[in-house]
T-cell receptor, first 117, second 114 residues
Framework: NAGVTQTPKFQVLKTGQSMTLQCAQDMNHNSMYWYRQDPGMGLRLIYYSASEGTTDKGEVPNGYNVSRLNKREFSLRLESAAPSQTSVYFC????????????????FGSGTRLTVV | GENVEQHPSTLSVQEGDSAVIKCTYSDSASNYFPWYKQELGKRPQLIIDIRSNVGEKKDQRIAVTLNKTAKHFSLHITETQPEDSAVYFCAASLMNTGFQKLVFGTGTRLLVSP
């Protein structure tokens, strides 16, 4: 039982390059999320998927796109990377009420440290 | 939308002392308030959570209190130990059908000195 798996762990991109961050969970969770973490700013929501087949914008969606490939996988794509997208990216998943009685917290992946030069 | 403020940004205590971190939220409809601990270079991990039908919840040395009228909630750590040193995040969300979209505070760096 791996929980939430993110790849890659580290990445350096040049301005304008594109890349996809992968995320997969094996907990049968319905909901998945992408956050970015920057010093002094906490965790900010980029995009989320409440359930398979749906995706919605979060607080900071500009410059990103997402795909909920199936119930397990939720990917984040940077089409044209910019230095402002240098950050640590976390994927997370959560259960719906009734899926896991009493436990609704997020399970986070180990993060992707992205540097755009 | 929801906005969560967290204080203090840094907190230094001596081993054995108590530590208190406070958060306020703006959306009175929010009903789920978790706390996460993040050690250096690691992922955030849930340590305790509280729902709005409960005023206080304890788990060994940690406790969370919620004041819905004032829209604030706090994390209390007693008998602190060096391994409690980490960044702590509060969060708030509305959870009705089970889906939750957490809004996080900006974090508190707790340093426990031996």
């Amino acid at each position: 039982n791996a929980g939430v798996t993110q790849t890659p762990k580290f990445q350096v991109l040049k301005t304008g390059q594109s890349m996809t961050l992968q995320c997969a969970q094996d907990m049968n969770h319905n909901s998945m999320y992408w956050y970015r973490q920057d010093p002094g700013m906490g965790l900010r929501l980029i995009y989320y998927s409440a359930s398979e087949g749906t995706t919605d914008k979060g607080e900071v969606p500009n410059g990103y796109n997402v795909s909920r490939l199936n119930k397990r996988e939720f990917s984040l794509r940077l089409e044209s990377a910019a230095p402002s997208q240098t950050s640590v990216y976390f994927c997370a998943s959560s259960a719906r009420m009734g899926q896991a009685a009493g436990d609704y917290g997020y399970t986070f992946g180990s993060g992707t440290r992205l540097t755009v030069v | 939308g929801e906005n969560v403020e967290q204080h203090p940004s840094t907190l230094s205590v001596q081993e054995g002392d108590s530590a208190v971190i406070k958060c306020t939220y703006s959306d009175s409809a929010s009903n789920y308030f978790p706390w996460y601990k993040q050690e250096l270079g690691k992922r955030p991990q849930l340590i305790i959570d509280i729902r709005s039908n409960v005023g206080e919840k304890k788990d060994q040395r940690i406790a969370v209190t919620l004041n819905k009228t004032a829209k604030h909630f706090s994390l209390h750590i007693t008998e602190t130990q060096p391994e409690d040193s980490a960044v702590y995040f509060c969060a708030a969300s509305l959870m009705n059908t089970g889906f939750q979209k957490l809004v996080f505070g900006t974090g508190t760096r707790l340093l426990v000195s031996p």
